[in-house]
Every structure is written in C-alpha cells, then in structure tokens.
T-cell receptor, first 113, second 111 residues
Framework: DTGVSQDPRHKITKRGQNVTFRCDPI?????LYWYRQTLGQGPEFLTY????????KSRLLSDRFSAERPKGSFSTLEIQRTEQGDSAMYLC???????????FGPGTRLTVL | RKEVEQDPGPFNVPEGATVAFNCTYSNSASQSFFWYRQDCRKEPKLLMSVYSSGNEDGRFTAQLNRASQYISLLIRDSKLSDSATYLCVCDGSSNTGKLIFGQGTTLQVKP
C-alpha cells in the first residue's frame, strides 16, 4: 500500500452514462497525476495538478473528460457520455514535487458496456 | 513511433538465469529515467532510477546511454518472484514530472 487511495476500485457502466473517480494522494504531496492504462500497454499521461492548479492536459483528455483538485488535496476525474473506448484502468499518482518519485494508487478499472 | 519503445516479450527464463531488457526513447530532452515493475492487475511501482553512470541494486543493474537514447535493465539470478511486467519510463519534460511509459516487457521466471 503506497498511501495513495482510489475509489471505486471497479466501475461497470453503460455507454452514455457519466462516471466519476476519486483519488486521495499521500498527504502533503503537492503533485497529483492521472494516467490511463489499457490492456497490454503502459500507462498514458492524462493530466496533472500542482496543488489545486491543473497545469497540463494531454490531447488524450477529450472534452468529455474533466478533472479537478478543488482544495489541493483529493482529486476527481469525471468522464461524461462514456464510450466503449474509455474502458481502461485509471491510475492516480502523487509526488512531493516534479522531480520526486511518483507513488501510484491501485487504480480504478472502468468497463463500459 | 512511440516515445518509449520496448520489446513486449514475453521472456520465459528458468530460475537463476540472467535476463536483460532494453528500451529506446525518442525525446532527447528527457532528463530522468526509471524502471517500474507492475504485477498483474496491480499498480506500477518504482524499481529503480537510471543514471548515466549506471546503478546497481542487489541483483538489478540499470544503465543509460544518452548518445544512443537507450536504457537497459539486467536481472541476475532470477527468482520466481521477479515474474512481472517491467516498464521503461522517461520524464516527458523537465519540471512537469509527467512520465512517459513504454509498453512494458513481460518476464516469466519458471522453476
């Protein structure tokens, strides 16, 4: 257990529904990252926060995706109008700073039917 | 072309064998390099950082060749517990901490 928690661990939803995932980073970690991992591939960067500021978003993050970190602690990732191609493991990681080790949470596995 | 390329394997080796994984990266601006280990259906965990001078941690040795943009991981005296996927990782750009992962190389150590 790295200290990063994610909820839920699994989510099954029907196409077109909205889903929201939560990540609680290690306390006092300023950086929080979201990645997506599909079967047989390595994780792909989606977005990251420095405290409450979202500083970079990947082109993978379409307008159906939105992430927030309102108080600089936990973060949420919302996917609107889910598509089957959204099925993946969504990983959250946190670190003290940009050059520090990132610790990953257990992930939320999303299945879109 | 992917930014970080690895042979996905699988590599099937007997216990006690020495096995080497390689990867190449395309972003010459990358400054930090890592090997992460990922067990089946688990999150990635940092195995070791990789430095130009090379570094060793027990049975694991990592090397970086900046000129060739090439990273390697050597595992000596393989154990059954080394069976996992090994992810080659670079930083996407300085200061952001964004990590760019390779596809991963799967290792299966057999008795």
């Amino acid at each position: 257990d790295t200290g990063v928690s994610q909820d839920p661990r699994h989510k099954i939803t029907k196409r077109g529904q909205n889903v929201t995932f939560r990540c609680d980073p290690i306390s006092e970690h300023n950086r929080l990252y979201w990645y997506r991992q599909t079967l047989g591939q390595g994780p792909e960067f989606l977005t990251y926060f420095q405290n409450e500021a979202q500083l970079e978003k990947s082109r993978l993050l379409s307008d159906r995706f939105s992430a927030e970190r309102p108080k600089g602690s936990f973060s949420t990732l919302e996917i609107q109008r889910t598509e089957q191609g959204d099925s993946a493991m969504y990983l959250c990681a946190s670190s003290r700073g940009g050059a520090d080790t990132q610790y990953f949470g257990p992930g939320t596995r999303l299945t879109v039917l | 072309r992917k930014e970080v390329e690895q042979d996905p394997g699988p590599f099937n080796v007997p216990e006690g064998a020495t096995v080497a994984f390689n990867c190449t990266y395309s972003n010459s601006a990358s400054q930090s390099f890592f090997w992460y280990r990922q067990d089946c259906r688990k999150e990635p965990k940092l195995l070791m950082s990789v430095y130009s001078s090379g570094n060793e941690d027990g049975r694991f040795t990592a090397q970086l060749n900046r000129a060739s943009q090439y990273i390697s991981l050597l595992i000596r005296d393989s154990k059954l517990s080394d069976s996992a996927t090994y992810l080659c990782v670079c930083d996407g750009s300085s200061n952001t901490g964004k990590l760019i992962f390779g596809q991963g190389t799967t290792l299966q150590v057999k008795p």
